[in-house]
């Protein structure tokens, strides 16, 4: 039988020990005995998925080795869970454990227990490893640094400098953006699907600069990227509303600067369409797509995602629309053996879910009529508006829209202070919110009249197709409702509808 010497590193650094000198330290242990050599360079102590220790681990499995020895325990494991395992292991073969530097003696309760409360201390080095260099890197997203990876397509990189700091940012290519465009604007149109898309693409060669083939999933992939966006309002309203995480104010969305889009610092296993705590930050890159543009496709991707693509008729035209008023999160589709047949329930209630649910029972039939009268009813009121057109209405419009949002923010800040608030500071609260909250309608008022010229086109289109219901498809009924509606939430018998126009 023979000892194992095991060394490990997994990046060479002048102030880390080298595989080379752990081994050395370790041959003075054996006193000139036979030993078995295995190591392991450029592989994390985090897991056991290391080949030289896999090795070892098999030679003791088959009564190769009487005794292990490393230079020092983190070395072999910073896991808890993965040393006691391997503890186990040794134990079972009757296998003596020796650090060289920290001379630990496994035959003894207070060595072992030793063992235990270093591991522990080891395993917590590395998580904080790990979080200092999370927190520098979501440090340096957030000021707009290039953080590596594939530059999207109809980019190049090029040298700048943000802060002081040397860096790289996106620079627009024409002939790789004139093709994007093209593709935004057919996904647009809800008469074109992604297949239509790549077909089109084909039969036309217009070929992928970068030599890869068109294929539906590359496409999705650059419609989802906010790194082509002309960032304004709307778009930070978007991802407002889909409950991320936006570094920059409302005011900074101008429309010129495109967004990079983060996964975030909280872990989530939530599906790729779900942008909860994902972290958005205006890019130094000017977009290329305009918002309306890419928000009719980010939506329509959305839509995609969360509507069920078979069994239609047991679904609803308003599926990925209607949310829980008290947890936010979207209700589903249930099927009964009632009359009633489908009802909404939240996704989240139940016995995997925290929500209690939307407090009523909200049947599908009851709730799909009575949004189609209130989408005719809204039509209504946009055919009885007059039309507005100004050169530099766009313009004041975008203004309008931020100093909106800025409001809503400003009323939400002053209500979290009503707990706890004293007499004297809840009369100031209950003045400035009934002041904001009157400016807020008159800039309603004064956004939707002048929006109306830019919808009074498609607007004429959907009528038509309310007029028509019927006879509509189901994929048709879910494109009037993307049009014309944002989000549907429902708490207590309480129907707030956000609209798109």
């Given at each position: 039988?023979?000892?194992?010497?095991?060394?490990?590193?997994?990046?060479?650094?002048?102030?880390?020990?080298?595989?080379?000198?752990?081994?050395?330290?370790?041959?003075?242990?054996?006193?000139?005995?036979?030993?078995?050599?295995?190591?392991?360079?450029?592989?994390?102590?985090?897991?056991?998925?290391?080949?030289?220790?896999?090795?070892?681990?098999?030679?003791?499995?088959?009564?190769?080795?009487?005794?292990?020895?490393?230079?020092?325990?983190?070395?072999?494991?910073r896991s808890i869970l993965d040393f006691a395992n391997m503890m186990e292991i040794f134990q079972k073969y009757h296998v003596e454990f020796v650090s060289s530097t920290e001379k630990f003696d496994t035959s003894t309760p207070i060595g072992r227990a030793m063992l235990n409360i270093c591991i522990v201390f080891a395993q917590l080095e590395r998580e904080t490893i790990q979080k200092r260099v999370t927190d520098a890197y979501y440090a340096r997203c957030k000021r707009g640094f290039y953080m590596g990876g594939r530059v999207p397509y109809g980019y190049h990189l090029t040298n700048t400098v943000i802060d002081n700091v040397r860096t790289s940012m996106y620079e627009e290519?024409?002939?790789?953006?004139?093709?994007?465009?093209?593709?935004?604007?057919?996904?647009?149109?809800?008469?074109?699907?992604?297949?239509?898309?790549?077909?089109?693409?084909?039969?036309?060669?217009?070929?992928?600069l970068r030599g890869a083939n068109w294929s539906t999933a590359r496409i999705s992939e650059m419609l989802r990227n906010p790194v082509y966006v002309e960032a304004d309002i709307?778009?930070?309203?978007?991802?407002?509303?889909?409950?991320?995480?936006?570094?920059?104010?409302?005011?900074?969305?101008?429309?010129y600067n495109a967004c990079y889009l983060y996964k975030g610092t909280v872990s989530t296993t939530r599906k790729q369409c779900d942008l909860s705590d994902k972290e958005i930050v205006l890019a130094p890159h000017k977009g290329f797509i305009p918002s309306k543009t890419w928000l009719a496709?980010?939506?329509?991707?959305?839509?995609?995602?969360?509507?069920?693509?078979?069994?239609?008729?047991?679904?609803?035209?308003?599926?990925?629309?209607?949310?829980?008023?008290?947890?936010?999160?979207?209700?589903?589709?249930?099927?009964?053996?009632t009359k009633w047949g489908r009802y909404f329930v939240c996704s989240q209630s139940g016995n995997h879910g925290n929500c209690k649910g939307a407090g009523c029972t909200?049947?599908?039939?009851?709730?799909?009529?009575?949004?189609?009268?209130?989408?005719?009813?809204?039509?209504?009121?946009?055919?009885?508006?007059?039309?507005?057109?100004?050169?530099?209405?766009?313009?004041?419009?975008?203004?309008?829209?931020?100093?909106?949002?800025?409001?809503e923010e400003e009323i939400e800040e002053l209500l979290s202070k009503v707990s706890g608030a004293s007499g004297v500071l809840m009369?100031?609260?209950?003045?400035?919110?009934?002041?904001?909250?009157?400016?807020?309608?008159?800039?309603?008022e004064e956004i939707v009249t002048a929006n109306v010229t830019d919808t009074e086109g498609r607007l004429k289109q959907i009528t038509n197709h309310v007029k028509a219901w019927e006879t509509l498809s189901f994929e048709d009924r879910q494109a009037v409702v993307d049009t014309l509606i944002k989000v549907i939430r429902i708490a207590d018998g309480n129907i707030e509808i956000t609209w798109n126009i």
């Open positions: 039988m023979y000892d194992a010497l095991y060394a490990r590193q997994s990046i060479e650094k002048k102030d880390s020990i080298s595989v080379e000198s752990q081994l050395e330290y370790c041959r003075y242990e054996t006193h000139g005995e036979a030993c078995i050599e295995y190591t392991d360079k450029g592989f994390s102590g985090k897991d056991t998925n290391r080949p030289g220790f896999e090795k070892m681990m098999n030679d003791i499995r088959t009564g190769k080795i009487k005794r292990v020895i490393v230079y020092k325990l983190d070395r072999i494991s290519v024409p002939e790789e953006s004139e093709q994007l465009k093209l593709i935004y604007s057919m996904y647009a149109d809800t008469d074109n699907s992604l297949g239509d898309i790549v077909r089109y693409l084909n039969e036309h060669q217009i070929k992928n709307d778009v930070y309203q978007f991802f407002q509303s889909q409950g991320a995480n936006i570094y920059n104010p409302a005011s900074d969305f101008t429309g496709c980010r939506i329509r991707c959305l839509n995609n995602r969360q509507s069920t693509k078979t069994c239609k008729p047991k679904n609803s035209w308003l599926v990925g629309k209607v949310k829980c008023g008290n947890c936010g999160y979207a209700l589903t589709i249930r099927k009964a053996k909200i049947y599908a039939d009851v709730l799909e009529e009575y949004m189609l009268s209130a989408i005719k009813e809204r039509l209504s009121e946009f055919q009885k508006l007059s039309c507005v057109t100004d050169t530099g209405e766009a313009q004041k419009n975008m203004t309008k829209k931020i100093r909106l949002t800025q409001i009369k100031y609260i209950d003045e400035k919110v009934s002041e904001l909250d009157t400016e807020r309608k008159a800039l309603q």
